[in-house]
Nanobody, 119 residues
Framework: QVQLVESGGGLVQAGGSLRLSCAAS????????MAWFRQAPGKEREFVAG?????YYADSVKGRFTISRNNAKNMVYLQMNDLKPDDTAVYHC???????????????WGQGTQVTVSS
C-alpha cells in the first residue's frame, strides 16, 4: 500500500511558476511508476506527466513542466513554468505498478492540491 500527499499548490499569475511536491509512504516506492494528473471543474481527469526512470509528458505541458523523483526521499515533484490560465485545476499525484497515461491504470492517489492561474 502506498499513501500519497501533495503540497505546493496556490494562486499564481499567468507566466509564473509553481513547484508541486508529492510525499509517498511505503518501502517499495522506487518500483512504482509515478504520475501527475489534473482535473478542472466540469472536466475529466487528465494525464499531465509521468516518470519511471525518465519523464514523459502530455503535449499541452511539454516544454513547460518537468517531473522528477527522489527515491531516497520517497518524493515526486512537478516543476511548472510559464503557467497559463488553462492550467488551473486540482493536481493529483498517482502511483502504478505499470506504465500508463489513463487514470484507471493507477492504483494509488493523493487528495490533490489546487493550482489557480490568473490572467
Amino acid at each position: 500500500q502506498v499513501q500519497l500527499v501533495e503540497s505546493g499548490g496556490g494562486l499564481v499569475q499567468a507566466g509564473g511558476s509553481l513547484r508541486l511536491s508529492c510525499a509517498a509512504s511505503g518501502r517499495t516506492f522506487s518500483s512504482y511508476n509515478m504520475a501527475w494528473f489534473r482535473q478542472a471543474p466540469g472536466k475529466e481527469r487528465e494525464f499531465v506527466a509521468g516518470i519511471t526512470w525518465s519523464g514523459y509528458y502530455a503535449d499541452s505541458v511539454k516544454g513547460r513542466f518537468t517531473i522528477s523523483r527522489n527515491n531516497a526521499k520517497n518524493m515526486v515533484y512537478l516543476q511548472m513554468n510559464d503557467l497559463k490560465p488553462d492550467d488551473t485545476a486540482v493536481y493529483h499525484c498517482a502511483g502504478s505498478k505499470t506504465f500508463g497515461t489513463r487514470p484507471n491504470e493507477y492504483e494509488f492517489w493523493g487528495q490533490g492540491t489546487q493550482v489557480t492561474v490568473s490572467s
